[in-house]
């Protein structure tokens, strides 16, 4: 069993930038590939960003690419979003995910454990 939770959301003003983090307990952290997705109120799901177990690829659509960054440590069991020159269209609960090492992909439904979310606003 694995339990994330997710922290850094807050309100920031078009522009800015904030980093949320994503703490894994229970089974080994490095034994998963990771996401993070993000949900708008009336939205589907939408895939943010992936990273798989060793950290060395990284994966984005169009909408965040240049403008968000993922990365973990391992030996701290935790991941990380980096994300600068924030729009209002970002507005959204951000979750993080796993899922076992090799099957990570950019699907929600790929994912079996997940966090409870994050709120970003972001103000225009």
């Known amino acids: 069993q694995v339990q994330l939770v997710e922290s850094g959301g807050g309100v920031v003003q078009a522009g800015g930038s904030l980093r949320l983090s994503c703490a894994c307990s229970?089974?080994?952290?490095?034994?998963?590939?990771m996401g993070w997705f993000r949900q708008a109120p009336g939205k589907e799901r939408e895939f943010v960003a992936a990273i798989t177990w060793t950290g060395l690829n990284t994966y984005y659509p169009d909408s965040v690419k240049g403008r968000f960054t993922i990365s973990r440590d391992n030996a701290k069991n935790t991941l990380y979003l980096q994300m600068n020159s924030l729009k209002p269209e970002d507005t959204a609960v951000y979750y993080c995910?796993?899922?076992?090492?090799?099957?990570?992909?950019?699907?929600?439904?790929?994912?079996?454990?997940w966090g409870q979310g994050t709120q970003v606003t972001v103000s225009s």
């Open positions: 229970g089974r080994s952290f490095g034994s998963y590939d």
């Open positions: 995910a796993a899922v076992r090492a090799g099957a990570g992909t950019s699907q929600a439904a790929s994912y079996g454990y």
